[in-house]
Structure formats: structure tokens, C-alpha cells
């Protein structure tokens, strides 16, 4: 990296900073579990995508139909900035995330709902995605992978994280569609592995069962520095079709399906 590109990565963090706190001071008025908390993340995450540099380009249409679910593949925190900024959507989030200094709170006023994923409090959880589904005019997103990856494959998807989908021998409750998520350079060119896990990914190198790992595990501030630093990135968000429920029995066939649809697109466009 050339110190040109230093001097500006390290300008624009002290900006993706100050908007932080700006609009951290702003959400104390806003009201969770209504239809301005996604519409205001939607705006925060357009002036945060800019300010690092991070473009989308979108194949396909979202649905107008509700409740809406979205099941996305997930390769980094950055996913969670594009998805926001393209639809204005809230999220289902593990409950770890809550405790995140400042960003948990901010996750919260924006309409995010936090799932306890321990088996005790499985039926609790349940309660509240099914109360949010009912009553969310704007599409919800999922990670069904429950983790991040290093960008080279989809792991299996947590059926689990489809309990509430689940009733007297069938699936309904939602429409889902599936949406892929695939990194560029700023130039549109396609991005290998090896560099994916090293310089745009963000992921645990031990809960990775192939692919590359990374030589330095970075914080969240650490990859957006470092994404800024690079010129940015461009992702490519493919929305494919909704998916049919009929026929399927249970959330783990949902799972399974869901999986290979966004995993065999994933392999098609990376």
C-alpha cells in the first residue's frame, strides 16, 4: 500500500468515527421494533458504505411480498453494511452480538432482534422471531450459516435458525429468498481465495473446515481500515428467486435446500 492511500485510509476512519457517535446520539429517540428503525439503518449504512469505499451491484429483484425472509451466505461484518444499505431491512442476530460495545447498542435501536441460541432458551427465541415476522412490513435477514466465513465455500446452514417455519408437519409462515453475496475489486475483478481470506474476509481461521486461512485475524475496525487502505471493494448481491415451501416437512430440509441453492450460486459466481 502506497502512503498516499494510508493518509486517506486513516482520514476517512476518523469520519466512519465521528458518524458513529453522531449517529449513535440520534438513535436515543428512535423507537425499537418499528419500520424507522430499518429505514434509518438503510440511511446510516449508505453514508458508512461510501465513506470506506464499499459499492454494490445488484442482480435480480426483491419480492414485494411479506413477511419476508432474506438467507444470505456471509463472509464478513461488511455483509451486514451492503444487505442494509441495499433493502433496508432489520436482522435476526446471535445474542453475543448484543454485548458489543456501542455497535450492539446502535444493532438494537435499528431493529435488530437478538436470539439466544442455547437449547434452554430455544422455545423463547422462537416466541419473539415469529412475533417479529408477523408484524415486519420490511424484510428480515438471516445468516443460517451462524458464522462467518473465509469466502471460499457455504457452510451447512443452522436449521435450527428455522424453528419457527416449522408447524404440524409442514413449513410455511414466510416467504424466503435467497440472495448470494460475492466480492470484488473496485474494478469488478473477481477475487481469489487466497486474498479473499486474507485481505477481505473476516472470520475465526479456527472454525474454518476448508480453504485458506488468514496470516492476521483482524478486529472489525481493523478490516474496515484495512478495506479503505485497498481502495474499497465492490460486491456483487445476487437475489435469486423465492423459495417454494410446498413439500417440505421440517426445518432441516429447508436448511438443506436453502443451502444448495446459495452454495451451487455461490460457486457459479465467485
Not at 482520514?11 to 458513529?20: K, L, T
Not at 463472509?75 to 456501542?102: H, T, V, W, Y
Not at 416437512?249 to 450460486?265: G, S
Request: positive net charge; proline residues 5%; aromatic residues 10%.
Amino acid at each position: 500500500m502506497d502512503a498516499l492511500r494510508l493518509i486517506s485510509a486513516s482520514i476517512r476512519f476518523v469520519i466512519v468515527w465521528i458518524v458513529i457517535l453522531i449517529f449513535a446520539l440520534t438513535l436515543v429517540a428512535v423507537p425499537k421494533r418499528n419500520a424507522f428503525g430499518p429505514a434509518y439503518l438503510k440511511f446510516f449504512m449508505n453514508i458508512m458504505m461510501y465513506i470506506t469505499g464499499i459499492r454494490a451491484k445488484v442482480h435480480g429483484k426483491l419480492t414485494n411480498e411479506r413477511p419476508l425472509l432474506i438467507v444470505s451466505n456471509h463472509m464478513s461484518i461488511l455483509d451486514i453494511g451492503i444487505i442494509a444499505m441495499l433493502f433496508g431491512n432489520g436482522f435476526f442476530a446471535k445474542r453475543e452480538l448484543r454485548k458489543l460495545p456501542l455497535i450492539g447498542y446502535m444493532m438494537d435501536k435499528f431493529g435488530t432482534i437478538f436470539v439466544d441460541r442455547r437449547p434452554s432458551y430455544a422455545a423463547r427465541s422462537n416466541e419473539k422471531v415469529k412475533k417479529q415476522m408477523k408484524v415486519a412490513t420490511w424484510p428480515m435477514v438471516i445468516f443460517p450459516e451462524g458464522t462467518t466465513t473465509n469466502g471460499s465455500y457455504v457452510k451447512p446452514f443452522k436449521s435450527t435458525l428455522f424453528n419457527f417455519l416449522e408447524k404440524d408437519g409442514r413449513v410455511e409462515g414466510a416467504t424466503i429468498q435467497p440472495v448470494v453475496l460475492a466480492y470484488r475489486t473496485p474494478g469488478g475483478r473477481k477475487i481469489s481465495d487466497a486474498d479473499l481470506a486474507e485481505h477481505y474476509a473476516y472470520f475465526d481461521n479456527a472454525k474454518q473446515d476448508e480453504g485458506p486461512h488468514c496470516s492476521k485475524e483482524r478486529t472489525i475496525f481493523g478490516l474496515l481500515f484495512h478495506i479503505m487502505a485497498m481502495g474499497g471493494i465492490l460486491a456483487e448481491v445476487y437475489i435469486l428467486p423465492t423459495t417454494p415451501l410446498d413439500g417440505l416437512k421440517n426445518r432441516k430440509e429447508l436448511a438443506t435446500k436453502l443451502q444448495k441453492i446459495v452454495a451451487d450460486e455461490y460457486r457459479r459466481v465467485k
